[in-house]
């Protein structure tokens, strides 16, 4: 089965950091773009970053630009989100994507994540003091 697995999400305070991770089991992230998603309650999902094949292009929403981070491991088995100076409104429930077709190094979508067919379970991040 292909399966994403999220983790590291949990409760911090504003201005504090967390890391996320997305473990892929069964495929690796080489050739599909992933990306990152959250949806706060009430709200409609969105898209927060992503990433091209193979380490491709990056692009960033624009409440999370210049704080958070995508990665990847060297073996893109692993993806991380990199959130510092965390704020209240970046609570939600955060999740990692990849598509089911091979994507362009350029090709980096965010929105609400309609290219992404594969989903993790998500990850509460909660931000509060």
């Known amino acids: 089965q292909l399966q994403l697995v999220e983790s590291g999400g949990g409760l911090v305070q504003p201005g504090k950091s967390l890391r996320l991770s997305c473990a892929a089991s069964?495929?690796?992230?080489?050739?599909?773009?992933i990306g990152w998603f959250r949806q706060a309650p009430g709200k409609e999902r969105e898209g927060v970053s992503c990433m091209g094949s193979f380490g491709g292009r990056t692009n960033y929403a624009d409440s999370v630009k210049g704080r958070f981070t995508i990665s990847r491991d060297n073996a893109y088995k692993t993806v991380y989100l990199q959130m510092d100076s965390l704020k209240p409104e970046d609570t939600a429930v955060y999740y990692c994507?990849?598509?089911?077709?091979?994507?362009?190094?350029?090709?980096?979508?965010?929105?609400?994540?309609?290219?992404?067919?594969?989903w993790g379970q998500g990850t509460q991040v909660t931000v509060s003091s």
């Open positions: 069964g495929f690796t992230f080489n050739n599909v773009a």
């Open positions: 994507a990849a598509t089911g077709f091979t994507a362009l190094q350029s090709f980096c979508s965010l929105g609400r994540g309609t290219a992404y067919s594969h």
